[in-house]
């Protein structure tokens, strides 16, 4: 089992724009994967009544690219979120949702990927690195 706990973030500082984020110590999201023999989510917490809860949930496709990337095939998963970074207010909660699955993934398989390499990744699948990589912080 892996559990990860995924900061919130702020980017857009300045002159940094798209280039640098930091870290804030005021929520956070957890995400709880194990494998199992069929996906199930569980979601509670800051817009749990609105997420998906299939293929289409955000920490879902992170892990699911995370497979894809490495070459590896996807177990079936039993997922718990608990999401306390609200939504839409530029607090990274996107961000913390793909570098926590990616993060929890690796986990799950032992760590293969070093700490540049989950970046990377998921500043791939987010479309720009300044969030995820201080949600790795």
């Known amino acids: 089992m892996a559990c990860i706990h995924i900061p919130a973030t702020s980017a857009n500082l300045g002159v940094l724009f798209d280039k640098g984020a930091v870290a804030l110590d005021v929520f956070e999201n957890t995400i ?3 494998k199992a ?12 009544d609105i997420l998906p809860r299939g293929k289409e949930n955000l920490v879902y496709r992170a892990i699911e690219h995370f497979y894809r990337e490495t070459g590896r ?3 079936g998963l039993s997922l718990d979120m608990h999401n306390g ?6 607090l990274g909660s996107s961000a913390a949702c793909i570098a926590g699955g990616i993060f929890a993934a690796n986990e799950l398989e032992g760590g293969i990927l070093n700490l540049n390499e989950m ?3 998921a500043a791939d699948l987010e479309g720009h690195g300044d969030n995820v990589c201080a ?3």
Do not use: D, Y
């Open 37 to 48: 023999v069929e996906t199930k989510m569980n979601i509670q917490g800051e817009a749990r």
């Open 85 to 90: 970074i609200p939504l839409s207010r530029g």
């Open 119 to 121: 970046i990377m990744m």
């Open 32 to 34: 709880e994967v194990e």
């Open 135 to 137: 949600a790795a912080a």
């Open 73 to 75: 095939r996807m177990p």
